[in-house]
Each structure stands twice: as C-alpha cells, then as structure tokens.
C-alpha cells in the first residue's frame, strides 16, 4: 500500500514517468531484436582438430584422446566432453558448467593445445575453437553456378570475393561455402618417367621444396641510393615450377616437367551442391551476436548487388531459405 500512499502525495512525478515510458516505447521496440529463438546462452566450446589422411581410429587415439585428457586438468568447471571422430576431422565439443566464463574456458582451451601439438603426429595444426550458440542458426542462403564457369572458379568467387564483401555487413556471420573445388597447384607424376630416371616422388617434393621459399630479402645501400632487393626464391608463375632442376646426371639436368606435370589444381571434393542440376557452391549467412534477424537479412539483401558488380555476368545467384519470412 505504500506506493498508492505515495502516489497519492506526488501526482505530478506518477503523471510525468508515465509520459516517459509512453514516449519511450517506441524506441525501445524498434531497437528490440526480432528473431524465432531467444537468445539463449548455452557454455559448449567445439574444438575441431583437422589432419588429412588420417582414419577415424587414428584421429580419436592420436588427436582427440590426448587433448581430452589434457582438458580434464587445465580447463576449469567442465560439466563433460563429448568427441567425434571422421576421416581427417576430430570434433570434441566442451561443456562448461552453468555460469561459467566461457571466454576463460577458450583461453584455457587454447593454451593447452598449443602445448601437446608437440606429442602430435608431425605437420599436425592448430585446432579451429569456436563458441557454440543454439540461437545461431542460418538465416539466409545463396546458391550460386553457371553454365561457363567451373567448380574451382565458384568457389573461388565464393570464398575470396562474395563472402568477403558481405561479412563487413554488421551482424551476419559467413562460414566457408558448401560444394565447390578449393584451388591448390598439383603436381601430377609421371611414376614410369620416375623409374627410368631412377628418381623417386621424395625426389620431387624436396626439389620444389628447397627452391620455393619466401625470405625476406631487405634493402642495399648504393652511394646516396638504397635499393630494395628482389629475390628469385619462389617462382612468381605456375609455370616456373615445371622448370626447377630436380638431380644433374651426366651433365644433364632432369626438370619437373621431365617427370611430372605442374597444373591449377584443385584439394579432393568433400561435398557436392547443386543448382537446377548444376554443379555450383552455397553460401549461408549466420546471425552473430544480438542482431535483429529483420535487419541482417536487410543489410545483406542490400549489399548484395554491390558484391556481385565485380563478378562475371555468367554467374547465376538464387535466393532461399529465408527466415525473415518466417519472423515477420
């Protein structure tokens, strides 16, 4: 009964903070973010630990096995930790107990495996961290092919190009795209062409090796005049490298190209998209943080045809799986 007492005494001041929540509210609604799922905050790190050509039975006992025994004991309120194994991929996804500092459990995470990458099978990289959040779901999607283009220049402009230009747009988070061919140089051997010149595929890979490197090659000072110093250590063409010397026999030097062929190749495909029964590459556009879901999909709707001025008019974009639908 108090608050009727002494709104009953001061009229004026219940009058006035009624006028100021009544003015308030549509500025408080508008900057409210409107979305299908709350935000709801669950602590689970994943940590995912990548090495090509190693069977799930290797990635769980040399990868996943050994981290996860060296997380019990450095990383502080761990409620359980689960771990997959694939081909080449180990996920262990860390629960964290109610409550606590998920951005202390990172850090924690984080230090410890640089630590045991030493007891790792050799060439082994860093684990990818990343926060898990159930309100992160995808919220819009693009498909992109064409009829001229290749699987390998899709996902060129994918990757470097669209995906680059709308990730500076507040709010959306892009992961990398789905289908495609990820570009690398391949080196195709010539294995009867090794044989008869009594090499082997080792021979190769420490001949391209030991001639491609990057130094840093500084500066000389000539009189009054300081140069910078350009080296030829890395082949600035494809084709270069089909010219480096492997082994000198007899006066004559055996090359790449002798016995092996140096292309623009591609990394094996893991997974496939299609786009009215052609080969193509998908975008997904992720909401981060508090962002409206409205105004994301807003704010990548219109940056989109700013992207796509430097593409090639071959290349075909279709729009779904839009959830603004689905809010509004």
């Known amino acids: ?84 194994a694939y081909n080449g991929v180990g996920v262990i996804k860390v629960f964290l107990r109610e409550g606590a500092s998920v951005d202390g459990g990172v850090a924690q995470i984080t230090a410890i495996a640089q630590t045991i990458m030493r007891q790792m099978p050799p060439g082994q990289t860093p684990p990818l961290i990343i926060r898990y959040n159930a309100s992160t779901v995808p919220i819009l999607q693009y498909a992109f092919s064409s009829r001229k283009l290749g699987e390998q220049e899709l996902y060129d402009l994918a990757q470097n190009h669209i995906r680059i230009g709308l990730s500076t747009e507040q709010g959306v988070s892009i992961p990398w795209p789905y289908g495609g061919r990820t570009r690398l140089v391949s080196v195709d051997l010539d ?60 006066g004559a030097t055996i090359r790449v190209r002798d016995v092996a062929q140096v292309r623009d190749g591609y990394a094996p495909q893991q997974n496939i998209v299609r786009q009215d029964g052609v080969r193509g590459t998908l975008l997904t556009m992720l909401r981060s943080g508090s962002a409206s879901t409205l105004d994301v999909i807003a704010r990548v709707k219109a940056a989109l045809p700013r992207v796509l001025s430097g593409t090639p008019p071959e290349l075909l974009v279709k729009e779904f799986a839009d959830q603004s639908i689905f809010v509004r």
């Open 191 to 250: 294995l009867p062409a090794l044989q008869a010149k009594n090499l082997s595929p080792q021979d190769v890979v420490t001949a391209m090796s030991a001639q491609n490197f990057i130094f840093p090659s500084g500066t000389a000072k000539i009189g009054s005049t300081e140069y910078d110093i350009t080296l030829n250590t890395s082949p600035a063409v494809l084709d270069e490298l089909n010219d480096l010397p492997i082994k000198t026999v007899n």
């Open 1 to 84: 009964m108090w608050i009727v007492r002494l709104a009953l005494r001061r009229p004026y001041t219940f009058v006035v903070g009624a006028l100021v929540l009544l003015l308030l509210t549509p500025y408080v609604l508008l900057r409210t973010p409107t979305d299908i799922f709350p935000a709801i905050n669950i602590p689970v790190i994943s940590v995912i630990w990548q090495y090509t050509g190693l069977s799930a039975l290797e990635v769980e006992q040399r990868l996943n096995y050994m981290h996860e025994r060296a997380l019990s004991a450095t990383v502080n309120d761990i409620e359980h930790t689960e771990s997959t």
